[in-house]
């Protein structure tokens, strides 16, 4: 069975997408072609992935939006033909620690694999993944080793394993002690310990509270 990844990300191989396709298929002995939307004229790439037995979209949301060069790409996708027995899957990382926060995301990829007449490998969903490139190792490790157990199950089964997608969803919903560890670390600012680096390193932490479009 031949496999497409499509690295959605406008990021293109600089992004947090590209490390979760790395340890995706770290653990795979068969070759899975990759390909960078934000690179490839989309009608030609999207005939190109006609030919493959399975296309799976790697991609940020940004908020509840996925970018605008993975929404072009999609306009020009067409479906496949009942009798070939195709698949699509999906693999989301995003800010928002809150799986609720992708559900919507997730029912729209849900119907596009209808309309691609693709069957539905499902959509896997990672929260509180902004920051994954500049994390130290101690806090990525158990994303990665779930990455790795993803992708080999996936190439024993061809499916993504339901066990690990309900984890990944973890959790659905802050409440109880995880809200109120998530309120004081707010209070004390250790949420925006990541992001203010990242200000601070390109030159925009003096700019933090600008509000360019009032």
Known sequence: MSTIILNGSPKGENG????????FISGMKSRCEIRYIIKEDHKILAQY????????FVLPLYIHSMPGV?????????PAEPSENKSIGFILQGGFPES????????YFGSLSKELNR????????????GVYMMPSFMTKKLFKSLKELGEIYEQTHSFDKTIIEDFKEPHELKGFELAKMKFAAK????KVFWNKFLKENGAYDKNFDRPFV
């Open 16 to 23: 947090n997408s590209e490390i979760f396709i790395k340890h």
């Open 49 to 56: 992935v006609k030919d493959f037995d399975t296309i799976i």
């Open 70 to 78: 993975t929404m072009r790409f999609i306009e020009y996708l067409e």
């Open 100 to 107: 609720n926060q992708y559900k919507y995301a997730e029912k």
């Open 119 to 130: 069957t539905y490998l499902g959509t896997v969903i990672k929260g509180n993944s902004a």
């Open 188 to 191: 004390l600012g250790l949420n």
